[in-house]
């Protein structure tokens, strides 16, 4: 594992990946690198697979169980987003975006939502710090104009529950 950036809070790694004649295995996660990193220990894993131009997030969960997410891409590559919605923060409402390849990882903080499109088919790997509590769960339109995000694939496939996400200004902020 080798760190590729740091962008505010948020880390990006390269996982060690490693091919042969038989496929591929990928080192996901390591309680000592992930100490190093200042990661936290994770009490939930979650696993998406999403096609080629689905769009999933941009997610989050309100306290009491707010949740860091370090995100595995496992196979495949994603347009990664994440916004800063921490009200007190010098970069409330900032977009940051990356593109991520089979072998990288990427920690959101918590204070940050967080969504992907499939740039080609994509599994992923989420080890969050936090249980998922469908009642804290919140998510912000991921076609919000005042974010201007700017998805690379125009042809996007998105859940009814993405599709029906409040604004950034009308979205609960932590």
């Not at 996660?29 to 009490?43: E, I, M, N, R």
Request: charged share 20%.
């Amino acid at each position: 594992m080798r760190v590729v950036e740091r962008v505010s809070d948020i880390v990006i790694v390269h996982l060690d990946l490693v091919h042969d004649a038989r496929g591929f295995s990928l080192d996901a996660y390591s309680v000592s690198w992930a100490s190093g990193l200042g990661l936290p220990p994770f009490k939930h894993v979650y696993v998406s697979y999403s096609r080629r131009g689905v769009v999933r997030g941009l997610h989050y969960q309100l306290p009491p169980n707010v949740q860091g997410k370090f995100v595995v891409v496992v196979q495949g590559r994603i347009f990664d987003v994440v916004v800063d919605i921490r009200r007190s923060s010098p970069s409330f409402g900032k977009v940051y975006t990356f593109e991520l390849g089979s072998g990288h990882g990427i920690w959101v903080p918590v204070g940050y939502a967080h969504g992907f499109q499939a740039l080609e088919d994509a599994l992923l790997i989420y080890l969050m710090s936090d249980e998922f509590v469908p009642g804290l769960y919140r998510c912000i339109r991921w076609d919000d104009p005042d974010l201007a995000v700017m998805w690379p694939i125009s042809e996007v496939v998105v859940s009814e529950r993405d599709a029906g996400c409040p604004r950034f200004r009308d979205a609960e902020h932590l």
